[in-house]
């Protein structure tokens, strides 16, 4: 068993921003998806004014697209980047597969691309993140139950380490 | 089955920050927590470092704090407060109950208070969420597989709707 | 004629931030409004949105809510405040009166309340005028052409200089 | 009547930061302008002030010159841009062609340059718009009645679609 | 010789935010101070320029007025503040007492004041520091060897530990 | 004696962000240093702290990074800068030559570097800064007398202006 690098830390462990001039500007794409589990009852009524009136979702949406940008601002290593695009797709889950029983579940799925020496990994996490955050703040009136679930990378192509599939 | 209410959409569905100016202002705390599951090998060598000289806690406790007093600029419909403490705190698992086999984990638990009309639940779940953000960018150079999970309100106190603990 | 004064000036011409700490804490409200005028096409467009599926009006009123937080950001001499409120209120009309022949508008209203020491015209103005830009940046690729004109505070109350309703 | 095409929204109507990525990196210039419509008295002071002293028209174009660099966090689905150079002018005309009798103007003229893959209206409108809510801050003590009205992209080149000049 | 006590960590040495809502809200004024040293034709064409026509000193002003209420931003431990005023001085002195020959400088003196329950110190301390490197923006293409020095606390008031003013 | 030339202020003496498209991008680098003077007891247990568990050099460090990746935000003139690495190194000197009678320090040497069409002194002077007020943020309660002092630019190169190492 090798010891894990630690890429931000130099080598007395202390935090550092890597130096990432000497790489390459490829074109770099990163998914990450979270989880909201709350009670089928707040997801119907999602569900229901996502068709005719709401504003859940797509007050999410907002804050996760200007989340992505503010990334390097809220996490200290991570470098500023030229962020050519961002989406966040949100949908529900009325019975998500092995979440407790009674759980539904809103779905977000955050997409970042940038042509730049790092990747976009932290920004699509932070897409997300935010994302579930925003749903949280608005449906905690209705459930003090909720929890931010799942919070992973779940695709990333782009730079030298090699695309990345996460394992089913 | 009654049908869930969204303070924070009007009559008509569109998002608003709710007025909250008739409200007391009182002293009210919230405690929230998040996990990141990751490698034995990483949690071991965060947890070594800890002693002697890592950065890793560090960093991700200074996020945290700072996350926390940006809660309303990041969370669209969050009323800004006059926070007065934040803590963020952060231990590892070596060997989390109901973990997937082989994960570790690192539990972070953010506590925030004010003498407001609002309660701080987004602030500490924002701090929490920011912590594992950083958690996971200082690790993700030896860990492509991590998941934030369980992000979470513990314990909420002060306010109208009275004290709220996590059911077990 | 009297000279007008110009109390973010000081004596010698330079700008502060004025001293409020004297002021009384009372609640404050104000409403202001702007225009965006633009084709019919895209009105039209806009309003259909409005009715199925489209997020223009929504992706502008999460902007300008936000603005309205960040507004002693922007503004340099304007004092930081504890709003209590936000709405943004956001309507096309097809054949403004007093506009250009052919141009059709999106009209913006935002209401900002606080508990404070100073009013809260900038904060509405700042969220009229950041909706009406989310607005144009949403509508530009069909339209370049567009203006946003009469952004203008509507009322105000609270405070000692006496409510304030803007002349027909 | 071709219907209009929102390139921020999605084909289901959902918002989202365009894929700028193909696009070719250019030089691109944007000028906007903005105008604040107040009394001939409160012009005549701030263009004596000018002169000899004062600060609104200075305190205006920081406030525009710094709103420019934050447009991609003020509205949701801007780029962030390398912004290569911003100027604000700013100026009075004490009996404007077109106003209200007795109404003098302050003319704002926002000039954003940078070598990308999207244009910098949203740029020089923003920091127009800054300029303008800056102007209306310190002046607002002496006429409540004050407009900001005219806000439009003036000219613009670089980039796929060609340059724009604003018709008379 | 005691040991010194660092309230921004608790018995473990870390950092956190520490209470104050036990405190007392109370009228706090806290004035610091900063030096820029730079050459004799600097600080004479700064001078000229501030009589004529010159911007550098109304750019620093204003960069350290936004950077008073920044300070919970920048620095992490920092409680957020409702400052109710601030004013940032600036002048220069052709031939400072105790600077090294051929130096001249440019004096900073940032007063902040607020009702609260923390002192303002360092919202003073952060409104001289950006003011300095403002000017030192401005001019380092004409004194690459500029320094900003003796920046320090003048004088406190408000709140329990007491007045302070600084030992000459 | 030529009269010094200001690149921020145009022919009328009116700041503006310069135009630096025409300039070539190169790896620049700069080195800036800021001191810490207060009392040997407090310099003794932050060293001390160093070694066994204290967080004042940790959170100073994560500070003045981030610090560097906000200075377009600060300074109002300066550009954004995409940013490939930041350093912050922190230590302490128990008796600085120069230092009055009794007082120890911390010194802070900030490193930043990128591939840009500006140097990057500002973002290093910043970065010096903010972790300087930092430090002193959380040792004002041991020592109301610190100073921050010989804040400057220790190295610089990359750009046409030629490599630049302070004098000594």
Redesign the interface.
Known sequence: ??????????D??????????GKEAT?RRAVARATVLT?A??VA?IAD?AM?????L??A???G??????T??????????????????LSVDPAPQGAPAGRAAILIEATV?????TGV??EA??AA??A???V??????????????????WE?SGGRSGD?R??A
């Open positions: 068993m090798t010891e894990p690098t630690f890429s931000h830390l130099d007395r462990g202390n935090a550092r921003m890597v130096d990432v001039s074109k009670t009852e707040v009524a004014g005719k009136k709401g504003d859940v797509g007050v949406r907002v804050a697209i200007q989340a992505a940008k503010r390097s601002d809220l996490v200290p290593l991570c470098h500023p980047l030229p962020i050519t695009s961002v989406s966040v797709d691309e940038t042509v730049g020496q990994e932290m996490l932070t993140s935010v579930a955050l925003t949280y703040d608005m449906c905690k009136s209705a459930d003090k139950d909720m929890t931010i679930t799942d919070v992973a990378l990333k990345y996460r394992p």
